[in-house]
């Protein structure tokens, strides 16, 4: 078996009950097989970015998995459909957005999965509560 990998997941809600689709996915992450969520930032409230539409509540989750990059993409993308997200316009409202922001070290580019995210360093929902993790890996 694989040993553990750190990864960095970013959430974001901006449709219905936006702190219970979150909690949803905090709490889900941590019942993954062969994975354990080590700690969490707290939650960030940010304008959207493309088409106008409702804030985001944004959250980042540090976890640890022996799942795959793909595998645990498949798991990411079970609980978004789980919590109502369908297809949509790119950059558009929805429930639940779960992105993997890093995975270790690895770098991977795929139509589907691209490693570590593209936009993490670009993006102010992503920025802030990476740091807030940062400095508390540092502690």
């Not at 970013?10 to 354990?36: E, I, M, V, W, Y």
């Not at 109502?84 to 890093?102: F, H, K, S, T, V």
Request: hydrophobic share 40%; aromatic share 8%.
């Amino acid at each position: 078996m694989r040993p553990p990998v750190d990864c960095f997941i970013g959430l974001g809600s901006n449709l219905g009950d936006r702190k219970a689709h979150l909690a949803f996915a905090l709490k889900a992450l941590s019942r993954l097989p062969f994975t354990r969520l080590v700690r969490r930032s707290r939650l960030h409230e940010t304008a959207a970015v493309g088409p106008p539409q409702p804030k985001y509540l944004n959250a980042v989750a540090w976890i640890k998995t022996r799942l795959s990059p793909m595998g645990l993409l498949v798991e990411l993308k079970r609980l978004e459909a789980l919590r109502g997200r369908r297809a949509g316009p790119r950059w558009g409202p929805r429930p639940l957005d779960c992105d993997i922001l890093y995975y270790g070290k690895k770098r991977l580019k795929t139509p589907w999965l691209t490693l570590p995210h593209p936009l993490a360093l670009s993006r102010r929902f992503v920025l802030e509560p990476l740091a807030e993790l940062r400095s508390k890996m540092l502690d």
